[in-house]
C-alpha cells in the first residue's frame, strides 16, 4: 500500500471514531468510502436526513395533538369507541 492510501484509511478511521451518532458511524463504515471526502459527504449527507426527520417527527406529532384537541372540542369530550372517533376524526378534517 502506499503512503496516501494508509492516510486515507486512517483519516476515515478517525472520522468514524469521532462521530457521536452510532447510526450515521455505521453507514459511514458501511460505505466504505475510499477517501476522506467522500466520508465527510456520507457523514453530512446522513445527517441532514437525521435532522430533516427529527422535525418533520416532532410536526406530525403535532398535527396528531391539535386534531385530538379539536376533537375533543367539537364533542366537547374524548369518546371511547372507535367508531365515534372516526366520525369526529371526519368532522374536523371538512
Known sequence: MAFVEIKEILANEVLIDVVVDSDIRWE??????KSLEEAVCISAELEAFNLAEQKKGATEKLGVRTLLDKMSETNGKANSAPSDAINDLATVMT
Open 28 to 33: 459511514i463504515y458501511r460505505a466504505y468510502s
